[in-house]
């Protein structure tokens, strides 16, 4: 069979994607991964008893928005990479962002008159945090997968590592409504380590779970 016959063979009885369809996908698994996110965290480690005054203070509301924006910019860039030929220099040049005020936030703290550093850095639950982040970012990992499988990344490393950014930034950003610790040089050590395990987890799975 000659090339030009294969490929009107494999063409043949192709329809194109309906408008919208990539978007409603990464939807379904984005919301999906995080509802079974939640009730992970709501039912093997329970909402953090103080609430109610938590939801008020900068601690909760520093460590919230350092999750959330790398999960958004992991997600925006994990899109991009499912697209082959898109650029995806800005989303990750943009990760340099909320990781650079952390440290500046921390800088800040440690560097306070009478500061105690070590407990800054330690809290007291430095020996669960990243492992918790982890457990967290699971189900959100396998839905970042779903997405890609649907899409064509070429890039299975990058990819992988990605998805396994914003599972784990999604699930710190989850396991924040737990948590009570609320020092930035915390956040930035332990929050970041549990986002990074979720990243590498993601890189090493992304060249297997990825092949088309």
């Given at each position: 069979m000659q090339t030009d016959d294969l490929i009107a063979q494999l063409s043949q009885g192709l329809e194109p994607v309906r408008p919208g369809t990539v978007g409603r996908q990464a939807a379904l698994g984005v919301c999906v991964g995080l509802?079974?996110?939640?009730?992970?965290?709501?039912?093997?480690l329970g909402l953090r008893y103080d609430f109610s005054d938590a939801i008020v203070s900068f601690g909760m509301w520093m460590k919230l928005g350092y999750a959330f924006a790398l999960a958004a910019l992991a997600l925006w860039a994990m899109e991009r990479l499912g697209r082959p030929g898109s650029d995806v220099r800005l989303p990750l040049l943009l990760l340099a962002l909320p990781v650079g005020m952390i440290v500046f936030l921390s800088a800040?703290?440690?560097m306070?008159?009478?500061a105690d550093r070590a407990a800054l850095v330690m809290g007291h639950s430095s020996d669960v945090c990243a492992i918790n982040i982890l457990c967290c970012s699971l189900p959100l990992l396998a839905g970042g997968f779903w997405i890609l499988r649907r899409m064509a990344p070429t890039n299975l490393g990058l990819a992988g590592t990605m998805v396994g950014l914003f599972a784990g930034a999604a699930g710190a950003f989850v396991y924040a409504f737990h948590c009570t610790e609320a020092a930035a040089p915390f956040i930035l050590a332990w929050y970041t380590l549990g986002m990074g395990l979720s990243a590498l987890t993601g890189a090493i799975l992304g060249p297997w779970l990825l092949r088309w």
């Open positions: 509802a079974l996110s939640i009730t992970l965290m709501l039912t093997w800040i703290q440690m306070a008159p009478g």
